[in-house]
């Protein structure tokens, strides 16, 4: 007997249940005819209304013959009935609006969320990126103002407001890098940073769509207020239900397995991954390596004031 699931009016999804479930949940309101169900089979999650035949909605009256709502059902698909509020909500396991993604439902409604752990390799190697070309860049413009600087002249003063307005300059600069590294392959067609690249995740909005570069932009900002706060903001996808740092909760969204959405959801991958395995490990290294030498250094301070 099929299994089915379904996505109630919170959009959660629930399953498996037997289809006897269904019609019993369908008969006390707690399901209507634009509920999500899905079984194995089917292509994608249909409103339950397209499988109202198989299911044998029928409500069975008084005398027993059971009131037929086949043309209630018949409404809903040439779309002359008027739809209840909770059907029109978008649901996170439809497929993308647009016609012209060429993605689809995830098979049976599965989407495997990016783990803490991911997200942190894959920062890992954007804070690389983005350290190394804002640091060059900061320096190179910190080289030529500084030396236009020395050519003009000036007291100390001037040399000291000079100073604080280049590195404000370089602060700026390489605040905007950032914002344009994350927003821009956020919102590419790869809806991943190099780093998610490399560890196979990417950030959606929660219906699976590409987020444009003004949502990137923003989810950028409100990251650094998950940081802000102790950086409970980002330890929050460890414990949330579908992996949400605070900033994926403002700005509405996702990250989550780069098949995830698309034509192949089999191939989603739950675990940690080799590339995840070997870029935590380096990490673990690198901050090894860092302890040692910051206690090295305490050392000798603490030795040459004895």
């Known amino acids: ?79 002359t009935a008027v739809a209840k509020a909770s059907a029109a909500a978008p649901s996170p396991y439809a497929a993308p609006a647009s016609a012209t993604t060429g993605e689809a439902v995830v098979n049976g409604g599965e989407i495997v969320y990016a783990g803490f752990w991911k997200r942190v390799a894959a920062y890992f190697i954007d804070s690389l990126i983005v350290g190394i070309v804002g640091g060059v860049v900061a320096m190179v413009i910190g080289m030529v103002l500084g030396i236009g600087m020395a050519g003009v002249g000036g007291g100390s003063d001037a040399m000291g407001a000079g100073f604080i307005a280049i590195q404000l300059l370089t602060n700026l600069v390489s605040i905007g890098l950032a914002a344009a590294y994350y927003a821009g392959f956020h919102a590419s067609s790869g809806k991943a940073t190099l780093g998610k690249m490399a560890v196979g995740i990417k950030v959606v909005r929660s219906n699976g769509e590409r987020i444009t570069i003004a949502r990137g932009i923003g989810r950028y900002f409100a990251a650094m207020l998950s940081g802000l706060i102790l950086c409970i903001g980002y330890l929050m996808a460890a414990f949330t239900e579908r992996k949400q740092s605070l900033h994926d909760m403002i700005c509405d969204t996702l990250v989550v397995d780069k098949w995830a959405f698309t034509d192949h959801p089999e191939w989603q991958q739950r675990g940690l991954g080799t590339v995840t395995i070997v870029i935590l490990s380096l990490f673990g290294v690198m901050v090894l390596v860092g302890l040692v030498a910051l206690l090295a250094i305490i050392g000798i301070a603490a030795s040459s004031f004895s």
Do not use: C
């Open 1 to 79: 007997m099929s299994q089915w699931y379904y996505a109630d009016a919170q959009r959660e999804r629930h399953g498996p249940v037997e289809a006897d479930v269904l019609r019993d949940k369908f008969r006390r309101n707690e399901l209507d005819l634009g509920s999500l169900v899905w079984r194995e089979g089917m292509s994608q999650w249909q409103p339950l209304s397209a499988m109202a035949e198989e299911l044998q909605l029928l409500v069975p009256a008084a005398t027993g013959a059971g009131i037929d709502l086949r043309a209630d059902y018949q409404a809903i698909e040439d779309g």
